[in-house]
């Protein structure tokens, strides 16, 4: 039986040749493919193998990248608050030993020696507490707030300043991003005084470079910009686009342009003059004649934000040239020009005292806030001047924990124009509520007997029984005392003027006065009866007499301190040195406040350590899944690949066999 050769064919050599080589080299790619597939473990080797595939894969590792980022910064927070834990925890151990002292020298007689001895001791828990409150952590200093990079405690003389930030340092940690990583001011260890708060609303006028973003505006929701509409005398409406206004002045120019394209578009005058300006704190529109209207596009609430219209149809007109107040907050960048506060009085100089020195501070050439802020913070004062929250008032703190007379107090001087009442920081003033003296502890009455007498020079007696109703502010205890003498005097037929009860100026002190006539008869003196408690508390048993007799001043007993640790600490060692067995107990009593306070601020430390733990194993659990996601998207099939690897070899190995066959001599090339 006879048989054709397979390598005779009827397709040109070179044809064949290039489809065999072609078939050869594609099975090498995919045998190489295969062979790094099996090498780095990846199905997907770059972009172009699946885009679609690379694309949520590229979005996994972004998640992946990023968890392990947060992961490390939990890892960072863990260990701060853990720190932050210890040191709580050694605080209150210290303050516990503080309060045992106090309690034991409360408990037993007054022995001066031991007690002398005992204060050293509480001398070496104050060292041991300016340690722990430096006490650092991998993120910095754990009691350092926003500013974690320094120590937040400083050591002025015999004295303790707090220099750290408020509120606390925040990192990425993911669902737990708004847990502090270390703990500011304002915590039982290192804080700044809570006064003095001011109390006079200082209401600055507007000015050209006054920001929308710093008004109330007139619904008290801010201020808003966009379109709104003007209509002079009943006539055409036409828009004024404020959208790009971020200043009172860019809103006055822009409406006053807007004006005058509708005086030219219809025929019409509308502006006097004054042109849009301001008068106070609203913007003001001169109109001479006719009236303007302002009003809003359907669903905004511009004008009305800005004061240009009430919503019930008022107009800018010759007798209603104002809009309605925007209540501007302050900035530091206000001029004190501008403050209706102030009366249009000028500042001159106030009385500063801290850490047992006096300054006098010079306001006459402040321009605007700031220059108040860098006149009382200069020349190492210690004190911290803020805008109130409210952006009303200014508020000046003392960040230096001392003892009683290292304390702050802002008094008048002499001639300066009553410029600390005039800001609202005098710290002894008619508005001053009496449950701020003697450092928060209030004053002190006797319910249903007499509290004190005051006796005048010729021996009358005038005195005074008051409520708890009668103590509320300085100017009420005042009122009420002069009340009372009032009536005592009438009573006796003696005239009204024998006695009054008032404030000294320029120093800060409540005084008893009696007329010149009564003091060439004898000195004004004062007795507390019944054992109330008021006159201490007062600072009447540390009065002095002026020397015509007639005025009793009293020791000021609203100067401000730092309560924390440290000045109760102090209280306690100075008054334990002095043998003082009642400022014992108030440094007792101050402790026990403090060993709430450490209480509270681990339980908060605690509360956020479980958040983060809590972060930690949901981020964990997160790439779990998401490098789940990525390895089945991305990860190549073993067991696959091997089988796929094989089966090319043998579709190579036949490739090379058929290609070899193909290319066998045969007689028709030696006879072509």
Known sequence: MSTFPTSYSRSPNLLFT????????????????????????????????DPIRSATVSTLDSRIERSNQILRNLGFATDSLNTLDVALGEAKDLVDEALGIANEQISTPA??????????????????????????????????????????????????????????????????????LTLGADNAIGA???????????????????????????RSLGANTGVVTIRFSAGATAEIDLTGAETVGDVANAIEAGIIQYEADNAVTVLGPGGVSFTGGALSIDVPAGSLEIGDVQGSFVALDLGLTDGAGATFAAATPNGIDLDANLTWTTPIASLNGLGGNALDQVELTTGGVGYTVDLSAAQTLADVRSAFEAGGTNVVVEISEDGRSINVKTSVAGTIDQAMSIAEVAGGNDTATLLGVRTLQPSTLLSDFNDGRGVRVNQAEADFEVTLGDGFQLTFDL?????????????EINTQADAQLTAAARPVTDFDAGLTSPDNGISFTQSVALGGTGPLDVKRVNNSGLLEDLGFLDATLSAGDTTLVAEDRSRVRVDNLFTHLLDLASALRDNDSLGIEVAYEKLKGSVDRLSQSRAIVDGHGRRVDNEVRRQEDRQVLDRGLRSQLRDVDFAAASTRFSQLQLQLQAGLSVAAQAQQLTLLDYLG
């Open 18 to 49: 290039q489809t065999s080589l072609n078939a050869i080299n594609t099975t090498n790619y995919q045998l190489l493919r295969v062979n790094q597939q099996l090498s780095t473990g990846l199905d997907l080797l770059r972009p172009s193998d």
């Open 111 to 180: 022995d001066s020696e031991t007690r002398n001895s005992q204060a050293t001791v509480i001398d070496s828990l104050l060292q041991s507490l300016y340690g722990i409150a430096n006490r650092e952590s991998i993120v910095g200093h754990v009691f350092g707030g926003t500013q974690p990079g320094h120590g937040p405690v400083e050591l002025v003389g015999n004295a303790y300043r707090f220099v750290g930030g408020r509120g606390g340092l925040l990192a990425e940690l993911g669902g737990a991003s708004d847990v502090p």
């Open 192 to 218: 700044v005084s809570a006064r003095v708060e001011g109390t006079v609303d200082l209401d600055p006028d507007l000015t050209a470079n006054t920001r929308l973003s710093d008004l109330n505006g007139a």
């Open 467 to 479: 409520t708890a109703g009668d103590i509320g502010t300085v100017q009420d205890l005042i009122d």
